[in-house]
């Protein structure tokens, strides 16, 4: 599994791949040139810039030696690749439902068309897809390798551990798979997704041949042998039956894997979300506390704010159904857009998709518990907040929910906004406003240095406001500041 393009901190201990001034080189062996080869032969050859190519997989071209960085670690190297350097890199603890669904798609999509021309996908981590807004795209090309008959997809297991099991346990028993994927970078096991589906759980697609199938296989082989061979457990779910071997000569099991990927892909297809209200879904059809000229003002506001100059990189910080974000990507390469409430990121998704827009990423973040470091020593995936630093921040009607909600100083959640960025964009909800009002009783906490003046006076230290306005009757203010 290659090591995802991160240009906030990026690292790849193996130096297979490096981040150079923006620009991102994949060293290949020549075992992997020979596989590269071999993809670039085919219409699954990806594109760069304006040239043809299949748009699933990221832009890659083979780079002159001239034109790359000198190799970080001794190898035997036999070629150079440069990869699009992408605008954010995301996990997936931080996907929602239908992204993590989308994701299993392309990975089984790629492996059906990879097949009948000679080649076959090695792995089957989520973590080898990225998104492009709402485009899911493999970054891993050296997944893609040379098959022989005899070879089944050893990237079974991990595909189930990082896509299908949180789907299955989202989808039959509306357990949110965020939390157990960030705390497990290998996803979850056959065991722990068998202990949470239930038992009329067997009988519901999927089941059976890829949870109950592959834990006995496991189980029976630790048993047996103190292991697991990979072979068994690439096999498990893989239904071979009728199929022979020519006689004295190998089966091939390419018609296996194929058959299956397609009955895993209708099955992938056919999961659906988890049902769950959400005020916030619907945040923009329930406005009661804006009246149609507060509305318009903040659209306004934004848009003016977003508008002098255009940027690299927004992050929307509780972006709800994205109207806010819609506005920053006039004026942005790309908008982070996170929020906590996975219906608000899910609706959004769902929208972006059928646009097909590739400049917004909706993701699922708690601001207040936000993706730690994951992996080897923490590094090998980067915590949220060091991925990379914005041009710009939204935060509208945020500060409130982090004062009362998480009970957070409002010193600390100011001075935390002012060291993301050297533009803000933010809307301060008063101690007289009805949300605000509403969230104090559900708080014992005296919060009494909860005043703009104290805001005002916080962001100050570091920023400079260049605009403000004021919205339902001077009980929220909407800033516009800059770095001194």
Same mark, same amino acid.
């Given at each position: 599994?290659?090591?995802?393009?991160?240009?906030?901190?990026?690292?790849?201990?193996?130096?297979?791949?490096?981040?150079?001034?923006?620009?991102?080189?994949?060293? %290949?062996?020549?075992?992997?040139? *020979?596989?590269?080869?071999?993809?670039?032969?085919?219409?699954?050859?990806?594109?760069?810039?304006?040239?043809?190519?299949?748009?699933?997989?990221?832009?890659?071209?083979?780079?002159?030696?001239?034109?790359?960085?000198?190799?970080?670690?001794?190898?035997?190297?036999?070629?150079?690749?440069?990869?699009?350097?992408?605008? #954010?890199?995301?996990?997936?603890? *931080?996907?929602?439902?239908?992204?993590?669904?989308?994701?299993?798609?392309? !990975?089984?999509?790629?492996?059906?068309?990879?097949?009948?021309?000679?080649?076959?996908?090695?792995?089957?981590?989520?973590?080898?897809?990225?998104?492009?807004?709402?485009?899911?795209?493999?970054?891993?090309?050296?997944?893609?390798? &040379?098959?022989?008959? =005899? !070879?089944?997809?050893?990237?079974?297991?991990?595909?189930?551990?990082?896509? %299908?099991?949180?789907?299955?346990?989202?989808?039959?028993?509306?357990?949110?798979?965020?939390?157990?994927?960030?705390?497990?970078?290998?996803?979850?096991?056959?065991?722990?997704?068998? $202990?949470? &589906?239930?038992?009329?759980?067997?009988?519901?697609?999927?089941?059976?041949?890829?949870? &109950?199938?592959?834990?006995?296989?496991?189980?029976?082989?630790?048993?047996?042998?103190?292991?697991?061979?990979?072979?068994?457990?690439?096999?498990?779910?893989?239904?071979?039956?009728?199929?022979?071997?020519?006689?004295?000569?190998?089966?091939?099991?390419?018609?296996?894997?194929?058959?299956?990927? $397609?009955?895993?892909?209708?099955?992938?297809?056919?999961?659906?979300?988890?049902?769950?209200?959400?005020?916030?879904?619907?945040?923009?059809?329930?406005?009661?506390?804006?009246?149609?000229?507060?509305?318009?003002?903040?659209?306004?506001?934004?848009?003016?704010?977003?508008?002098?100059?255009?940027?690299?990189?927004? #992050?929307?910080?509780?972006?709800?159904?994205?109207?806010?974000?819609?506005?920053?990507?006039?004026?942005? *390469?790309?908008?982070?857009?996170?929020?906590?409430?996975?219906?608000? @990121?899910?609706?959004?998704?769902?929208?972006?998709?059928?646009? !097909?827009?590739?400049?917004?990423?909706?993701? @699922?973040?708690?601001?207040?518990?936000?993706?730690?470091?994951?992996? #080897?020593?923490?590094?090998?995936?980067?915590?949220?907040? =060091?991925?990379?630093?914005?041009?710009?921040?939204?935060?509208?009607?945020?500060?409130?929910?982090?004062?009362?909600?998480?009970?957070?100083?409002?010193?600390?959640?100011?001075?935390?906004?002012?060291?993301?960025?050297?533009? %803000?964009?933010?809307?301060?909800?008063?101690?007289? =406003?009805?949300?605000?009002?509403?969230?104090?009783?559900?708080?014992?906490?005296?919060?009494?240095?909860?005043?703009?003046?104290?805001?005002?006076?916080?962001?100050?230290?570091?920023?400079?406001? @260049?605009?403000?306005?004021?919205?339902?009757?001077?009980?929220?203010?909407?800033?516009?500041?800059?770095?001194?």
């Amino acid at each position: 599994m290659g090591a995802p393009f991160d240009p906030g901190s990026f690292r790849d201990p193996r130096g297979r791949v490096q981040l150079v001034d923006g620009r991102v080189f994949r060293w %290949l062996s020549p075992a992997g040139w *020979e596989s590269w080869s071999a993809l670039a032969a085919t219409p699954l050859a990806p594109g760069w810039g304006d040239a043809p190519g299949d748009r699933r997989l990221v832009p890659t071209r083979v780079c002159p030696p001239v034109d790359a960085p000198a190799t970080p670690v001794p190898g035997d190297w036999s070629g150079h690749l440069e990869h699009e350097c992408l605008p #954010w890199i995301s996990y997936p603890c *931080e996907w929602s439902f239908g992204m993590l669904r989308d994701a299993a798609a392309l !990975q089984l999509e790629l492996l059906l068309e990879a097949l009948p021309r000679g080649l076959i996908l090695r792995d089957g981590t989520a973590y080898n897809i990225q998104f492009v807004g709402a485009n899911p795209v493999l970054i891993d090309l050296p997944s893609f390798g &040379l098959r022989t008959p =005899d !070879q089944a997809w050893d990237g079974y297991r991990q595909f189930c551990e990082t896509t %299908l099991f949180p789907l299955l346990l989202a989808s039959y028993r509306g357990i949110d798979f965020r939390p157990l994927l960030r705390g497990r970078l290998e996803g979850i096991s056959v065991g722990e997704c068998r $202990r949470l &589906l239930g038992w009329r759980d067997v009988f519901r697609g999927g089941v059976f041949s890829h949870v &109950l199938v592959q834990d006995w296989l496991g189980r029976s082989r630790t048993q047996a042998a103190a292991g697991s061979p990979p072979e068994s457990i690439a096999s498990s779910g893989m239904d071979s039956s009728g199929q022979r071997a020519p006689s004295g000569g190998p089966l091939d099991l390419g018609p296996v894997v194929a058959s299956n990927a $397609r009955k895993l892909l209708r099955l992938v297809e056919g999961l659906r979300p988890p049902q769950r209200e959400s005020v916030w879904s619907d945040y923009d059809a329930n406005r009661s506390h804006y009246s149609a000229e507060d509305v318009a003002r903040k659209d306004a506001f934004v848009a003016c704010a977003v508008a002098h100059r255009r940027r690299k990189l927004v #992050w929307d910080l509780g972006c709800n159904t994205g109207r806010f974000s819609r506005i920053a990507a006039n004026s942005a *390469e790309c908008v982070v857009a996170v929020d906590g409430d996975p219906a608000c @990121v899910e609706r959004l998704y769902r929208e972006l998709k059928s646009e !097909q827009n590739r400049t917004i990423l909706p993701l @699922v973040l708690d601001l207040a518990d936000p993706t730690g470091g994951l992996g #080897w020593r923490s590094r090998e995936r980067t915590p949220f907040f =060091d991925r990379g630093r914005p041009d710009a921040i939204l935060a509208l009607a945020v500060i409130h929910h982090l004062v009362f909600r998480n009970a957070v100083p409002l010193a600390e959640v100011t001075d935390w906004l002012a060291s993301l960025s050297d533009e %803000l964009i933010v809307e301060f909800v008063g101690p007289d =406003d009805v949300m605000v009002r509403e969230l104090m009783r559900q708080r014992v906490e005296h919060h009494g240095d909860y005043t703009w003046e104290a805001f005002e006076r916080q962001l100050l230290v570091t920023h400079t406001i @260049v605009a403000t306005t004021t919205l339902c009757e001077g009980r929220r203010t909407l800033v516009h500041a800059v770095k001194r």
